[in-house]
């Protein structure tokens, strides 16, 4: 099999496995429908992004591609922020204006709602989750291409098979594609501890 080393290549490798040349215009449908998938089941630090920005009527914009916080704080006090859902941040707090100092926070919609009520301004900065640019043919490449390719081969694999009638390939696939998320994780685990940066390459 050919090495992945973009979209190209990775359509290629998929029609390859699926032994098919009649899937031009599905393959980049399994591939949006992988990465969904893999951003669902993945967070590691390729996917991490650092947010600041200020409040304005008590809410902050959530940034682009936005998946999940790892942490947030109010940038005067540093205090970590403590995620609440938004029917109990309006509950206790039900005030919306004043110049608290912020506690708790709740996504809400596309944006983060912050309580006390803090006044306008109030500095909010954190590092969070986000989903990388989709591939394309304007986009061909990405961290999964350069390091873990086999990853977006299964999980697209995975949603073909169910479209091709394969039935008896969701299992090999999906089996594939779990061994693959969870090497990815193992070996984040072992760089988490270590500090080192991730430099492996499969495909």
């Known amino acids: 099999m050919a090495l992945i080393t973009d979209y190209d290549t990775l359509k290629a490798s998929i029609a390859s496995y699926l032994h098919r ?15 969904a998938r893999i951003y669902s089941d993945l967070r590691i630090r390729a996917m991490e992004d650092s947010f600041s920005g200020v409040t304005t009527s008590g809410s902050i914009a959530l940034p682009t591609s936005f998946l999940e916080w790892k942490w947030l704080k109010a940038t005067a006090t540093g205090k970590t922020l403590e995620f609440k859902d938004t029917e109990w941040l309006y509950t206790n707090y039900p005030t919306r204006s004043g110049a608290g100092t912020p ?6 919609g596309d944006n983060i709602s912050i309580a006390p009520y ?14 990388l640019d989709a591939l394309s043919d304007s986009n061909t490449t990405n961290w999964f291409i350069t390091y873990e390719p086999a990853i977006l081969r299964y999980a697209a694999l995975c949603e073909a098979a169910p479209y091709l009638g394969q039935d008896a ?10 061994m693959v998320k969870e090497r990815i994780k193992s070996t984040e685990r072992r760089q988490n501890s270590h500090g080192s940066q991730l430099t492996m390459r499969a495909g």
């Open 118 to 131: 803090p006044a306008d301004d109030t500095a909010i900065e954190g590092r969070y989750y986000k989903r």
């Open 21 to 35: 040349s009649d899937l031009t215009s599905m393959i980049p449908e399994f591939i949006i429908d992988g990465e």
């Open 169 to 178: 390939r969701i299992p090999v696939w999906e089996t594939k594609y779990q």
């Open 103 to 108: 506690i708790f926070y709740s996504v809400e």
